[in-house]
């Protein structure tokens, strides 16, 4: 005798519609004043705890639907942490082995975390950066170790935040979003969002925040000219603003201790974009990225005890 049971999700249907909330106090009255409201989309709330949970799953998914891989295939991927936990976890759901190729420098959670995940990890000097790590990635494929995904050059990255992040944005602010700011690493969120909110409404103004020369911002990157992102669409990204390191952390402290919402330094530094994009504006609905969670980076010092 069956009896029916409800429709239980797996873990990887739990990927993406991540709430997307309004700050109340880090805007101040000005923006009150100016009718501004702030709206940060949670991708910590993902399974792996990360907005990176959403192409992990679209590379794995669409490579695996053309045939190109299959259960039980090893994948390569350079990445400076949030993709490389996402990857670990995607590939321990369908049945891959993944290796990962990280700077020596990140934080230990975010090792410990992918090896939780059962993936093996290559560290590489820290000096190399994310370069080093991409390069030594591709000699690892040549050398016939196994396949990558390539976040960086997958449109299947961008296509991810094309279908999901950015018509959830769309549907949860009604159609009256203004303005769209991420941080920008590999470019795929920034891209993809863009993509499907200027299909909606071109005026939409999307702004990118990136490290200003001499600032280490994890997760974000100011690439030199020959490691932009192949997936990286200079049209679609109507404004590159720079954040310093000390004021994206601070932001991160800002955001725990006035908000309630404990997240990543990339995504405060979103937020000091934004903040900055509300203050010359009236009327606006402005949403930024809370890439990740604040717990990633106990280990950094960020968040002193
Ligand atoms: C902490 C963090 N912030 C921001 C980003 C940027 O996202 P994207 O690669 O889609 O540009 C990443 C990418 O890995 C990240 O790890």
């Known amino acids: 005798m069956s009896t029916s049971r409800p429709n239980y999700p797996t873990i990887a249907q739990t990927v993406g519609h991540t709430p997307l909330v309004r700050l109340q106090r880090i805007p101040g009255a000005g923006n009150v004043e100016r009718n501004n409201v702030i709206l940060g989309k949670l991708e910590g709330n993902n399974p792996a705890g990360s907005v990176k949970d959403r192409p992990a799953l679209s590379m794995f998914m669409r490579a695996e639907e053309r045939g190109d891989i299959s259960p039980g295939d090893t994948l390569i991927e350079a990445t400076s942490g949030n993709t490389g936990i996402a990857l670990a976890m995607v590939a321990a759901i369908l049945g891959y082995k993944m290796i990962l190729v990280m700077p020596e420098n990140q934080s230990i959670e975010r090792r410990q975390s992918m090896s939780a995940y059962g993936a093996e990890l290559i560290l590489t000097p820290a000096t190399g950066g994310m370069e080093y790590a991409r390069d ?3 000699q690892l494929q040549k050398d016939g170790k196994g396949k990558i995904l390539d976040q960086f050059g997958n449109k299947d ?16 602010t009604q159609g009256q979003v203004t303005h769209f700011i991420s941080a920008m690493g590999t470019t795929g969120t920034i891209t993809g969002v863009s993509v499907y909110l200027k299909e909606k409404n071109a005026n939409i103004q999307i702004i990118g925040a990136q490290p200003e020369d001499g600032s280490q911002i994890p997760g974000i990157r100011k690439w030199s000219p020959e490691y932009i992102p192949k997936i990286y669409a200079d049209a679609k990204v109507d404004r590159i603003e720079y954040v310093s390191q000390a004021a994206a952390e601070d932001m991160a402290r800002r955001l725990a201790r006035e908000e309630g919402i404990f997240c990543g330094i990339s995504a405060a530094g979103a937020l000091v974009v934004a903040l900055r994009v509300a203050e010359r504006i009236e009327n606006a609905t402005i949403v930024f990225i809370v890439c990740d969670r604040g717990d990633r980076y106990l280990s950094t010092g960020v968040f002193p005890a």
Do not use: L
């Open 157 to 172: 990255n961008p296509k991810a935040h094309i279908e999901s992040t950015g018509p959830e944005i769309w549907e949860d």
């Open 136 to 138: 030594y990635a591709e």
